[in-house]
């Protein structure tokens, strides 16, 4: 794509970065995921991984002040002890000893075989299952991943989506993970020098595709019920599954 011209490129990455932060404000993850594959063939991941955990971050902090009464804080806490205790310790091993494309198979057949079992039980009238010790396992990945390559969101939801049933404590309690835990990750990188006037200056350009998509993405998602959402969240789940695998 690297032969288009540059006009077309910034509408291709303003239609991307549309449509995942359309996704993310009515589950409350996605856009990322969403985004990786396409913005990756245009943008450097240098200068992608800023964008996306800049824009990530700002939107959880918007939706969690109007919604921080949702939030279920114990799950919060728990979460984000377990992502950045033993997160970045596990990106930095997955990094140096396991491949990208390898680690995003592994995960996209977890995320399908999951979400449809998930989808199957919601389909029969079954109740969710309690977590189970093992399960503690899923923010730990969720950081680690974040950290690594930006996919944190489909392994933070399989453990939420345990134990947090309503959609707006749901996405609340999500974006209190994503404000903080990329708020972090963002913070290495201006730290390390990381944070370019190129990373900058791409941010400025997609922010306009970045709040026309939550602003859409808020008006849908108040004619979703309590049922399609719980649905919703499981085709984006199997849809991010999709891309991570291709």
């Known amino acids: 794509m690297n032969g288009m011209p540059a006009l077309l490129l910034s509408i291709f990455l303003l239609v991307v970065f549309f449509c995942g932060y359309f996704i993310q404000q009515i589950t409350g993850f996605g856009a990322a995921i969403f985004c990786l594959p396409f913005a990756l063939l245009v943008l450097p991941r240098e200068v992608f991984m800023p964008a996306a955990w ?117 996405r609340s309690t999500v974006c209190g993970y994503w404000a903080v835990l990329n708020t972090f990750l963002l913070g290495k990188y201006i730290v390390s020098g990381q944070m370019t006037s190129v990373s900058a200056g791409v941010c400025l350009m997609l922010l306009p595709a970045v709040l026309a998509g939550a602003v859409t993405g808020s008006i849908v998602l108040k004619k979703i019920n309590q049922r399609t959402f719980t649905i919703a969240v499981h085709c984006v789940l199997m849809g991010s599954a999709i891309f991570m695998i291709i």
Request: aromatic residues 10%.
């Open 54 to 170: 800049l824009f990530t971050g700002g939107q959880a902090i918007l939706i969690l002040i109007r919604q921080r009464k949702k939030v279920n804080v114990r799950q919060l806490m728990i979460v984000l002890t377990l992502a950045v205790l033993f997160g970045p310790i596990s990106a930095d091993y997955l990094l140096a000893h396991v491949s990208e494309a390898l680690i995003k198979i592994c995960l996209g057949l977890f995320i399908i075989v999951n979400s449809a079992y998930e989808l199957y039980g919601i389909y029969r009238g079954k109740k969710k299952k309690g977590l189970r010790l093992w399960h503690c396992l899923y923010p730990i990945g969720s950081g680690a991943l974040q950290s690594a390559y930006g996919i944190g969101g489909p392994l933070l939801i399989a453990y939420l989506n345990k134990t947090v049933e309503e959609k707006d404590a749901l």
